[in-house]
C-alpha cells in the first residue's frame, strides 16, 4: 500500500471467510495480504482480520476481511462477527467431505445474522488429492446462485480470483 493510499479514505467492505477449522481459512488470507504460506497449522482463536485495499470496477474499497474460528467450541458467539458483513465466503476443504457438507450449517448460521450478505463458495486445497469432485461443490454453489472458485494457498492458484470475487459481491452492498 503506498502512503497516499493510508492516508485516503476509501469504502470499507466487511467481508468473513467461514468454514470449517482446517480448511485453510487463514493460510488464504495470509497468503492473499501477505504473501506468505506456512506450512505449520495454528488454530485462529475466536477471530482475526487484516485490511487490503483493492480495486473492484474501478472504485477503489478497503476490504476489512474477517477469519472466523472454524471449531464448534466458538459457535456460542460467532454470530457477532457476522454481522454488517457485506460478503461472505464459504470455504471447505476438497480433501474433507466433512466440510464441504458441513457448509450448508455455515450457510444457515450466517443468513440469520447477516441476511443481505453476498456469498461464495470456495473449495481449498487443491493442490493436495482430492475427494470431492469439483462437480459436486460447484453444483451446490450453483443451484444457490453463489459463484464458486477453488484455491490453493500452497500454490497460489486462485487465491486472486478468489479475493476478487469476493470484493466483487461486497463492492454491491457498499
Not at 89 to 111: C, F, G, H, K, Q
Amino acid at each position: 500500500m503506498s502512503s497516499s493510499q493510508e492516508t485516503q479514505v476509501f469504502p470499507i467492505a466487511k467481508v468473513v471467510i467461514a468454514g470449517d477449522g482446517g480448511a485453510g481459512k487463514t493460510s488464504l488470507i495470509r497468503r492473499y495480504c501477505e504473501g506468505m504460506f506456512d506450512e505449520s497449522r495454528v488454530m485462529t482463536i475466536g477471530v482475526d482480520f487484516q485490511v487490503k485495499i483493492v480495486e473492484v470496477n474501478g472504485r477503489t474499497i478497503k476490504l476489512s476481511i474477517w477469519d472466523i474460528a472454524g471449531q464448534d467450541r466458538f459457535g456460542s458467539f460467532r454470530d457477532t462477527f457476522y454481522r454488517g458483513a457485506q460478503a461472505v465466503a464459504l470455504v471447505y476443504d476438497v480433501t474433507d467431505i466433512l466440510s464441504m457438507n458441513n457448509l450448508t450449517n455455515w450457510y444457515r448460521e450466517i443468513v440469520k445474522v447477516a441476511p443481505r450478505a453476498e456469498f461464495c463458495v470456495v473449495g481449498n486445497k487443491i493442490d493436495l488429492h482430492r475427494v470431492i469432485p469439483r462437480s459436486a461443490a460447484e453444483g451446490w454453489a450453483n443451484g444457490l446462485g453463489f459463484p464458486y472458485v477453488e484455491t490453493s494457498a500452497k500454490t497460489v492458484e486462485g487465491v486472486e480470483e478468489f479475493f476478487l470475487t469476493l470484493a466483487r459481491l461486497a463492492a454491491r452492498l457498499v
